[in-house]
């Protein structure tokens, strides 16, 4: 095994450590495992909160600070945090406006943001959830009853977040949030498994010259295996997918996303590719964002999530944001 770490015990902690060193903007309790913005609570500002299994950085403590999310969560690699986590951070960042829940489709975060939403309302916190279910790839996984929540986590955290930002109040966040998830679908491709820390090797067997197509964000398995294709026939594969589910006709905000271990050389191509095919089959784009956002540690690959848009989505997504993954317009 070939990693950058001390031990598979420490991971998560030495990252959440050199994060608090490289972002002072940030306030990073190690020990309990919550990423804050360190101008949090704001008044009367709606705080939105997150979280996940560690692994796909730089969601979702790369998404905290002005613009999109006020706290995270990050649990062990590909394990959901616990929801005294998700009580502190809510805790954290409420200012009593409310709290809106930003919650992946896997079985383990629904169930412990659920649980942490009883204990939140306990301590007199108004909470709604979200949650993000946008893969098309597969009905039910490994991890999931119904939809995968990938790529568009990424929109519904930075346009709930703008929404919050201007100060709308809660039951307004979430059905923005509701909108974007409904209006976003992903599907993604492995060209190789990930390996954890903790196994030391890769997490399912593929073949060289083979490919997953419908991947996880965890390694489950996808639609088919296929030997290897080139670039635009992977992206005529991942669009069509996604277009026959979600059939837009208004222009849709793209994220080609890369796994980890796909160099922004390769993405970009990629993007050249789906971009191709868009403009086919008669999609306008809006926005296209390029880049490794939510990934799957050093898995190769990429997804593409679409997310059909209206003037007002598109004012929200454009509105400035400042985070360590994501930033502009400040």
Same mark, same amino acid.
């Given at each position: 095994? +070939?990693?950058?770490?001390?031990v598979?015990e420490t ?5 959440l ?6 972002h ?5 309790d190690v020990e &309990?495992r919550v ?8 008044a009367?500002?709606v705080?939105?909160?997150?979280g ?5 950085e730089p969601?979702h403590g790369?998404f905290?600070? *002005?613009?999109?999310?006020s706290?995270a ?7 959901s945090p616990?929801p005294d ?18 919650v992946? &489709? ?6 412990n943001?659920?649980?942490?939403a +009883?204990?939140a309302?306990?301590?007199g916190?108004?909470?709604?959830k ?5 893969d098309?790839a ?7 009853a ?10 519904v955290e930075?346009?709930?977040?703008a929404a ?15 909108r974007?998830?409904?209006?976003s679908?992903?599907f ?8 954890? *820390?903790?196994?030391g ?11 997953e ?5 965890h ?6 295996r296929? *030997?290897?294709?080139?670039?635009g ?10 277009l026959?589910?979600l059939?837009?006709r208004?222009?849709v905000?793209?994220?080609v996303n890369?796994m ?14 789906v971009?191709r095919v868009?403009? +086919? ?20 690959g990429?997804?593409?999530?679409l997310? +059909? ?13 400042r985070?360590?993954?994501?930033r502009?317009g400040?």
């Open positions: 095994m +070939e990693m950058l770490i001390n598979p991971v998560v902690a030495d990252a450590r050199g994060m608090a060193a490289a002072p903007e940030l306030t990073v &309990n990423i804050v913005r360190s101008d949090a609570p704001v009367g500002k705080a939105l909160v997150s996940g299994g560690s692994g796909h969601l790369g905290v600070g *002005p613009g999109m999310l706290a969560c990050p649990g062990e690699v590909f394990t616990v986590q998700m009580v502190r951070a809510a805790a954290a960042v409420d200012s009593g406006a409310g709290v809106l829940f930003v992946k &489709n896997y079985t383990g975060d629904v169930l943001f659920d649980m942490a +009883e204990l309302e306990d301590e916190i108004q909470v709604a979200v949650l993000v279910d946008d098309v597969v009905t039910d996984s490994l991890y999931t119904g939809r995968r929540g990938t790529g568009a986590t990424l929109f930075k346009i709930a977040g919050a930002d201007e100060g709308r109040p809660l039951e307004q966040v979430e059905v923005i949030a509701r974007v998830n409904e209006a679908r992903s993604g491709v492995a060209l190789s498994a990930c390996t954890t *820390p903790a196994k090797s890769p997490t399912f067997d593929l073949p060289a010259g083979e490919l197509l419908g991947i996880g964000i390694g489950e398995p996808g639609r088919e296929r *030997p290897m294709m080139t670039s026939e992977i992206a005529e594969a991942a669009v069509d997918a996604v026959t589910d059939n837009p208004n222009p905000l793209v994220l890369g980890g271990a796909t160099p922004l050389l390769e993405l970009y191509g990629f993007n050249a590719e971009q868009l403009g +086919e089959r008669g999609t306008a784009v809006a926005r296209t964002l390029v880049g490794n956002y939510v990934t799957s540690l050093d898995m190769a990429a997804s593409v999530t997310c +059909e848009i209206d003037e007002e989505l598109l004012g929200l997504w454009d509105a400035p944001v985070t360590p993954g994501l502009w400040m």
